[in-house]
């Protein structure tokens, strides 16, 4: 089945330091990915919509320069959390939308989730 | 996007009972609805879908139910497990925005 590996996990960092999350469809390409926030006991929040080769779009209120993402490839999308505060402290979620409809079956496939903690 | 919210917040359950959770969309035009189960710590993952053509839909102890007319969608769990916790999200047609989820606890 697909898969999508999030990758780190678990980020712990310094206030005011940058912290990248790697997002990679594994075995199918993904011309759209997601990434979303999650915050202890609630539901998960769109952040943005992130397009292979283009710029991503953003929901209202995030802040593209604080948060930045590439997508660079069909596999890959990275989300930079730039100058890091303790309130982007949070549970970070990617998902991918596959392309072939054969495979993936329109169904989003999602991250393990990466948990930063920004001290 | 589409509109999906969720009845009840949290539902609890004994071990070995059945669970029903249920979901309210709100666009008449939606096709293609799908639960994700999301447990503590993990991203979310795929359940079950079901398009609009059926009304019923099986899988391994859990029945997803569409309802048209009142656009409303359940999922059933049958023979409930302590590893059945989490919370669980439906989506339409790959909306990417999620309602709240229902946290669904199970006693031993």
């Known amino acids: 089945g697909a898969v999508v590996s999030q990758h780190p996990s678990w980020v712990i960092c310094k206030s005011g330091t940058s912290v990248k999350i790697e997002c990679r469809s594994l075995?199918?390409?993904?011309?759209?990915m997601f990434w979303y926030r999650q915050f202890p006991k609630q539901s998960l929040m769109l952040m943005a919509t992130?397009?292979?080769?283009?710029?991503?779009?953003?929901e209202q209120g995030v802040e593209k320069d604080k948060f930045l993402i590439n997508h660079a490839s069909l596999t890959l999308s990275t989300l930079t959390v730039t100058s890091a505060h303790p309130e982007d402290s949070s549970f970070y979620i990617c998902?991918?939308?596959?392309?072939?409809?054969?495979?993936?079956?329109?169904?989003?496939?999602f991250g393990s989730g990466t948990q930063l903690s920004v001290l | 996007g589409e509109s999906v919210g969720l009845h009840l917040p949290t539902l609890s359950v004994q071990e070995g009972d059945n669970s029903i959770i249920n979901c309210a969309y709100s666009?008449?035009?939606?096709?293609?609805f799908i639960w994700y189960k999301q447990e503590s710590g993990k991203g979310p993952q795929f359940i079950i879908d079901i398009r609009s053509n059926m009304d019923k839909r099986q899988g391994q102890r859990v029945t997803v139910l569409l309802n048209k007319t009142v656009k409303h969608l359940s999922l059933q769990i049958a023979a409930t497990q302590p590893g059945d916790s989490a919370v669980y999200f439906c989506a339409a047609n790959n909306d990417m925005r999620f309602g709240a989820g229902t946290r669904l606890t199970v006693k031993p």
């Open positions: 075995d199918f390409q993904a011309t759209t």
């Open positions: 666009n008449s035009a939606s096709d293609y």
């Open positions: 998902s991918a939308l596959g392309t072939d409809f054969r495979l993936t079956n329109e169904k989003l496939f």
């Open positions: 992130s397009n292979e080769g283009s710029k991503a779009t953003y």
